[in-house]
Structures are given as structure tokens and as C-alpha cells.
């Protein structure tokens, strides 16, 4: 029997691997949504710029490691992927964090205040798409 | 001033490896997450395994840190203060996952899969660009 997750449990451990860079090197936080919010502020320029560019370089990495682009599909259409847009980075700044600060850093820290944010953004989301699929979506 | 060119290596070089762990991962497709969100339905499980290696490998670093008086490169961590639990954080946590589950995309994926050129993609980004800049002026209105 074969196991069909490794791909998910070593990418993960990657994102792991890329957190603990960041924590113990540069002690900060990889939480995306805190990255790309202080870019916006225009707060520590250039390490979070560095951030955001690594980040892009990641899956033409991929590509020319594995020799195809990692699949992306997406369903929804333009005025819901707008909508969903400015709902993340409104929420995600509105709560301090998204999958990666929370999720990651927060879990792998016993935060007490991650957990909460982790089960708020979960339940809403398998709410939306429940909803979204009986919709008929 | 070298710190903060090693500063930057470190955060490029944490960004990619970020990077190749979401396309590895599969994540960077809005399907297999709103899969994943999908409990009562056809249920994809691999969300779950990303986020486990993730938090197990970060749990190593968060031990190794509580061990180190300084990180590497800086003077203090910076880590954040925050410890209670307040309707800002649950609101703003559960606006956040009803866009998660409407795209399918989270700020992470949504900005390492701007390198494959796909227009809806483009056009998250810069909404949730607009929705942090809205966010943090409305906050600054009435903190001022």
C-alpha cells in the first residue's frame, strides 16, 4: 500500500524547515500575512521584500527540480476571487496572523491565542465551502 | 549594515524554500484546499499532513530558540506580544477563512503562485493588498 501524502508531508516540513531559518537566524516570525502587511507599510524594507521574492522564486524552483510547474486550479470566478482577496487581507491583518503565523508558529508554540484564531479561520472556511457546494458551486 | 545584507540572504533564501515547500506540497492549488475544507463532501485529507510536518519541524525551532539568548543575525527575537483572546483576533481570523474557503487561496500561496502568471491570481493579490491597506487605515483612524 502506498502512502499518498509524502509530497504534503515533506513540503510541509519544508515550510517548517523555512520558519525555523527565519526564527533562529533573523528572530522573526514567517507568518505571510505579517510579511506582506509590514511590505505594504513599507516596515523593514528589504528583508520582507527578500521574503516576498524568495517566496515568488518557489515554484519555478520547483519547476526546473521536478520539470513541471507545480498544478494550479482555480474554479472560482473573478468577482469571487476579488471578494475572497480583500476578505483575506482585511481578516488577516484584523486578526494578526493567517495559516502560516497562526497556523505554523502559533501551533508549534502552544499559543493559546493561535489556536483560537486557527479554529475561527478553519470552521469559517468549511462553512463557506459547505455552503458554496450546496449552492450547487 | 552586513547584518542586515546576511539578514536579507537568510530571509530570501527562508522565502524560497517556503516557496518550493507550498508548490511540494500542493498547496498552491486553490482545488486541494477548498478539498481540504470540504469535510462533508469528497474530503482531501493533505492539508492536514502539510500542516503537521509544518508545525512538527517548527516545534524543533521553537524549542532550539527558548535554548538561544539572541537569534543569529539580530540582537533580540521579535516575536509577538499579544496573548489574549479577543473578538478582534476571532472576527478578523473568521473573515479570513470565509475568503480562504470562497478562493481557496491564503496570502502564502496566493503570493509564490504570482510566478506562474495566471490572472486571477494577479487580481487576489491586489485585493488583499487593498484590504490590508483599508484594514490598517480604518485601525489607525481610531486608535488616532
Redesign the interface.
Known sequence: MTFPYWPSLLGGMLIGLSATMLLLLNGRIAGVSGIAGRLVQGAQLSANAAFVIGLVMGPPIYLVLFGHWPVVTITASMPTIVIAGLLVGFGTRMGSGCTSGHGVLGLAGFSRRSMAAVVAFLLAGILTVTLMRMAGQ | MTN?I??????????????????????????RV?GF?????AWD???A??????????????M??RR?V?????T?????T????DA?????????????????????P???????G?M??V??????????????RL?QGRSA
Open positions: 542586515r546576511s539578514q536579507g540572504a537568510v530571509a530570501l533564501g527562508a522565502g524560497a524554500v517556503f516557496g518550493i515547500g507550498l508548490s511540494l506540497s500542493g498547496m498552491l492549488d486553490p482545488a477548498q475544507l470540504d469535510v462533508f463532501g485529507p493533505s492539508l499532513f502539510v500542516l503537521g510536518g509544518a508545525v512538527a519541524v517548527a516545534m524543533i525551532g521553537m532550539l530558540m538561544m539572541r537569534p543569529m543575525l539580530d533580540v527575537f521579535h516575536l509577538p499579544a496573548t489574549k483572546i478582534r483576533l476571532v472576527t478578523g481570523s473568521a473573515i479570513f477563512g470565509v475568503g480562504w474557503g470562497l478562493a481557496g487561496l491564503c496570502p502564502g496566493a503570493l509564490s503562485a504570482l510566478s506562474l495566471l486571477p491570481v487580481a487576489f493579490v491586489v485585493a488583499m493588498v487593498i484590504g490590508m491597506v483599508v484594514h490598517d485601525a
